[in-house]
Every structure is written in C-alpha cells, then in structure tokens.
DNA sequence: GTAATCAGTAACCTTTAGGTAATCAAGAAA
DNA sequence: TTTCTTGATTACCTAAAGGTTACTGATTAC
C-alpha cells in the first residue's frame, strides 16, 4: 500500500525562481529604491547606498538593465555622465515588495513575539 | 546647488530581507511546497525533490522549524519515524509565492516577449 | 547472512556571492 | 602641476551556500 504524492509541477515554479532571482541579492531591492527615489547618476547611487562597492554596483545595474527595470543613458559631456532611470514596468514590483514587507513584518511578531521599533513603513 | 536625496528609510527594508532570507534558497520553497502537498516523512521529502542532497534537507528543515513553518515529530518505533507536518501558519506563504509566481511569468513575457510551454500553473 | 529501510551526521570539496584595492582616460578645479 | 571627479574594469581574496560521499544503529525483509 503505497501513498501516491507528487510534485511534479516543479516546473511551474522556474518562475518563482526567476523572480527571487531578480530581486532576490542583497543590494538589487536597496539600488532599485535608490533610483526610484530620485538618484540617478552612478555615484550618487552608491553614495546613497553605505557600504555598497562600485564593483557589485556596476554589475547589478547591468543586470538590472536587462531585466528592464531601468533605462542607461549615456550623456556626453565634461567628465562623461551616465543617467539610470526607472522603467515604468519596474514599478509593477512595487506592490510585491511590500508584501515581502509585510510578510515579513508579522514574521516577527509571530516568531519573536513582537515587533522590533526599527520596522515602520516606508517606500 | 545639490539636489537633496535620501536613502535612509533603509531600516525598513530589514522586513523585506528577513522574508528573502527564509523563502529566497534554492531548495525552501520546493521543500514548502513538497510538505503541503502530503509528504511528511524526511525519505519521502528528500525523493519527491530530485538533486536534493540529505545535507541540505536536513539544515533546511531545521531552519522551517525554527521559522514555525513546519512541526517535527518523532514517533517511537520500529525503524524510529519523524513526522514533518505544515502549520496553519506557513500558508500565509502562499498568497505571496504566487505573487511571486504570477511576476515572474509575467516578466518572462515583457523581456523575452513570450511564454514558453512550460509555465503553468500550479499550488 | 546480506541487503535495505529509517533519519540523520561528519568530513570534505566546489561554486557563487560579495568585498577590497588599484587602475583607466578625460576634463575641471586647486 | 597636481589632484579630484566622472563611470567604470580588473585582479585578487573571503565567506557562505550548496554538493558528494561515507557512515551511524536499529530493524525488517530476503
């Protein structure tokens, strides 16, 4: 007498897996916000983010260019600029990272017990 | 003149990065999933998930427990059987994996411009 | 007697993520 | 002239995540 269980619908979660992977690193979430809150030139990025290095920034902007979630633009000048901008599609993460927030945010209060004074709201 | 920009609201990101930190691994959300749908022993878990390796099972479902996620019982007996169990509690998760899931399909249409076949549905 | 089952654990190795520091060329400020 | 700023790139290193293999002790099936 054998129990049939299967999870062979693993594959209708490669887009779960898509999407962790998208905003899923430890700084993607905090460069994304940067921008939308109006930083728009590489160090004023990583000057708004302490402790981010111009290495993992520059590579998480590429990344995040070819996901579409930003816009680089090369201005020619004086010291040469280079302006990232929003995408109006990147804004259709902003309701899934509140959740996460949310989520998260009755997560402790479920394991600790309370809510640390840190967590407020935001974004 | 400097245009004035902050990033400092960043301490309300902590929530965002704790509910990554749980459901963001390779293996949680499959093992999540495999125990919501009737797996409770760990030889049953770890065979439902292929390339999963006992090590990593193992960890992981400590983590779950921790997390309140999953119960563990032992039953005394013959070859000695834990039982792993979900909670009421872990299915507050699934509002949120879907999200996760209908972003990710949709984000595969915007960049890739279609959706390949073998994206579904599923949970 | 041998093999397989249960639920793990331990030692070790590889891969990936992320961090550090130096360097680039061109112009602008000191 | 020297130094600073711009947007990066490169080489190198550390830490964490994950993978591989072997093993435990008790029991049951062959």
Chains 1, 2 share one sequence.
């Not at 990025?45 to 579409?68: C, F, G, H, Q, Y």
Request: glycine content about 4%; some cysteine; overall charge positive.
């Amino acid at each position: 007498m054998k129990k049939k269980v299967h999870t062979e619908c693993l594959s209708a979660l490669l887009p779960v897996r898509d999407t962790l992977d998208i905003i899923g690193g430890k700084w993607r979430i905090l460069i994304l916000i940067s921008i939308w809150e109006g930083n728009r030139h590489f160090r004023e990025i990583e000057r708004s983010i302490p402790k981010l290095s111009t290495k993992v920034l520059a590579k998480e902007l590429k990344d995040m260019e070819l996901n579409k979630l930003i816009t680089r633009t090369v201005v020619n000048g004086f010291p040469v600029r280079t302006e990232y901008a929003p995408t109006e599609y990147s804004k259709t993460l902003q309701k899934l990272i509140r959740e996460l927030q949310n989520w998260g945010l009755k997560h402790r209060q479920e394991v600790f017990g309370k809510v640390t004074e840190i967590h407020r709201r935001c974004c």
